[in-house]
């Protein structure tokens, strides 16, 4: 199977056009948004979209597809209200994937401020339960993909230890893995630049989540230097990441089953497609 490599597109048209935007820029897989990333209501998507998206992703063999969970979703957080409106918009955003076939749902785990960690990762692992509860995803290959964070004070998620300990209180209640991404690996302190550092920060990722539960790769260069907890994405290569370390991941056979997706800028037209390439153009051809 060839390597997945994709971007996060816009669905202007409805979110079956994203096929044909990632077929029409080289890439064969791709992240949206659901619904508005900022609103806590959405609609139920179209069956009409839902039926079209299967259809073409099928025709183009374009996959996985992954969703990227709003914003606002913070299902740890220590307002019951916040945390009652999380549950019920996290539950609209699983029920959207499953209607739309995807087979990823990337959620930030959120901020704990107010409270411990510990109880942070608690309400959490909770939280995504009392979400799911009931919804039919036995049936397809639909998994909730937990995200590291960039290591802001308080956000869940800023290390692999962190992420690896959500996945194991959430595996026997719901189907759930992991996407890592490049930049926030980054800013909250791997080294994933230098040789050894690369080296390092994976025997980390073997020690905690482990590669197989890593599905998905955000692949952002990173505008702020290491360890400083800002996240600012930039385009591949042009950043404080540079080129080297996406071939080394790219060409990684440890990640072999991975979709490889980009959330870089927009700045001018053309942006997306310019980073697929870049992204393609990394992979070395045994690989
Ligand atoms: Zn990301
Ligand atoms: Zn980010």
Request: hydrophobic residues 40%; contains cysteine; charged residues 25%.
């Amino acid at each position: 199977m060839a390597k997945r490599i994709g971007v996060h597109l816009g669905t202007a048209g409805g979110a079956s056009k994203a096929v044909e935007r990632a077929q029409e820029i080289g890439a064969n897989t791709f992240q949206i948004f659901s619904s508005s990333p900022r609103m806590w209501r959405a609609p139920k998507p179209d069956p009409k979209q839902c039926e079209r998206m299967r259809t073409l992703r099928a025709e183009l063999n374009v996959g996985p597809l992954v969703i990227h969970t709003s914003y606002l979703v913070n299902v740890c957080s220590q307002s019951e209200e916040t945390r009652v409106k999380s549950i019920a918009a996290f539950r609209g955003e699983v029920e959207r994937a499953l209607a739309l076939g995807a087979e990823y749902l990337v959620l930030h785990p959120g901020s704990w401020k107010g409270l411990t960690r510990d109880e942070g990762l608690k309400l959490a692992a909770q939280s995504i339960e009392k979400a799911i509860d009931g919804l039919p995803w036995q049936e397809t290959s639909f998994s909730i993909l937990i995200e590291n964070t960039a290591g802001a004070e308080c956000s869940l998620g800023g290390n692999f230890e962190q992420v690896a300990e959500l996945v194991a209180r959430l595996k026997a209640h719901a189907p759930v893995g992991v996407c890592l991404d490049t930049c926030h690996t980054h800013v909250s302190g791997y080294d994933i630049v230098t040789a050894e550092g690369y080296a390092e920060t994976m025997n980390q990722v073997a020690a905690t989540t482990g590669f197989d539960a890593v599905r998905v790769w955000h692949c952002n260069d990173a505008k702020a230097a290491r360890g400083t907890k800002l996240d600012r994405h930039e385009h591949i290569g042009q950043g404080n990441i540079g080129v080297e370390p996406f071939r080394w991941l790219l060409n990684d056979s440890r990640f072999n089953h991975c979709a490889f997706i980009a959330e870089t800028p927009v700045d001018e037209p053309g942006d997306e497609e310019r980073n697929v390439r870049v992204l393609k153009s990394l992979v070395s051809a045994q690989s």
